[in-house]
């Protein structure tokens, strides 16, 4: 059996969003079985990478769980659509770069965590590399 | 080897290893043993100090003795020698006399000699005094009674566990088995603890951008606002004087001793080995702290204001600059900077690290003289560049932006003075944080 994999794309394939817009696509979850998941959630948030210590920090955040009566089904693909905000914006500097994605964490019953994650740009900042100060 | 080998390195970011599952539990245990030695200790002092007191107080009995004899009982405590008053009473129960020797019922053993000492003064042998007996066990008596107020001192540690242990228990037990995600969504826990960090007028539509208010709170004489200069740096050179007075204290102290070992003709060459360093450094403080100095006080104030802030991509302002002093100038230059900041914990060690990523210079002028009461002044255009990163502040992570005076003085040290203003998001409304 292939290992369980979370697939997500967004509407119109778009990758960069500008502030205010909204942020629209779907999830499929791929090789789990009917009724092995306990949960779902589906997360729209940003992080820093780079030499600093990761920062997060959530716009939208949906849970979908069994125990609590929800309906999941793996073989129907899941929506979303998110009004972004207008910061903080993407950005690729030096020792420090901003990302968005939307992640969807999937809790089997059984097994370790299925995580899918897709980045996009929200606005156009321009890179930038250091410059002597 | 193609880099160097460090032999000793603390581990950060995904190097670190471990379970985050079994740190979590550990956290919940030594929280959860906390809050248990905490109410252990309220439920022991409870009954071993306050409740006595309090029964005392409410439910023993009044009656009449007659002090026998007293004496100052001595014993061997664990710092020392504790004192407490013993005194031998006769005293009536339903008519039927009954001896006791007491003091008060909490037995406490004070090691204060002259304390006890005036307690025990307060009684004379032979003479008639009130006392108060328990009725369901009549052997126990006490002499006076009250609350003792060191008593209710103590229940802060147990009371102090039991906040600490039960806080941290139960924030640990609210964020078990849920994803980083989720924490980050619900971000306050079952208790709100964290403050609104929102002006309250529209902040919150900004996430992660700085408040702008302290830019813009003071009014210009020439413009719409006047910036105030970066605390870093008037903090910097506080800091510095400080740790250069206390270094040097220290230095002068053991320098005195090594030059008087000297000249007794008793040299101590390891102590002299230790502290010829420490005084170099402490020079070197001085002259740091000298040269900051210097700078922050023999180069006149200088003064920038702005036409508008915040600050947006592609929009245009107008700057003035105003530099006073009595000073040869070999250059002025005032510059729009944008950095990046960002802290890591490396190990048990917190490191920051900023990085310039802009640099526009706005005006510059060469070789010239401010002569003492006539400030240099000058006004100048501002084009924010469009495709900006807009000023971004997370726990770890920013990005600043300032105007800058570089000043190259002749015959002074160069300095520099920041400026600290906000640019918003491309395209933001105004309207969203008003």
Redesign the interface.
Known sequence: MNEPLVVIRFDGNGRVYGPGEILSGEYRLESIAFGQIRAVELSVLWYTEGKGDEDMAVHEFQRLAADDGDWIDPNRPGRFSVALPNSPLSYDGAILKIRWCVRVRVFPRKGKQVVGQRVFALGTVQPVESVAS | MSRSFRIYAKKR?DRRTGSGALAGLGEAIFFGLFFLGGCAGLIAILATLILPQWRVNNEFVETTCVVRAKELGKSQGENGWVYRPEITIDYLVDGRQRRATTYDICHALPSDCKAQQAALERFEVGSQYRCWYDPLELGRVALVRGYSGWTWLLLVIPISFMLIGGGGFVYRAWHWGK????R??TGTGPIKLRANHGNGSGQA?????PPSGNMSNSPGTMLRFRLPVSRSATLGLLVLIVVCVLWNLVAVFFVVDVVNRFMEGRPNWVETAVVVPLALVGLLLIYAAFRQLLIATGIGPTLVEISDHPLYPDGKYEVFLSQAGRLRLHSIELLL????E????QGTDTRT?S?????TSLFRRDGFEIYGGTPFEVRCPLEVPS????S?K????A?SWSLVVDGRVAGWPDYRRSFPVVIY????ERA?YE
Request: net charge negative; proline share 5%; glycine share 10%.
């Open positions: 970011g994803s980083a995600e989720h980050a969504a539509a900004l996430p992660t951008i900077v944008g950095t990046e960002v802290r890591y914990r690290e990085r310039c990523v802009h640099r495709g900006i990163m807009h971004f997370s726990e770890s992570n990005v998001p491309n395209g933001t969203d």
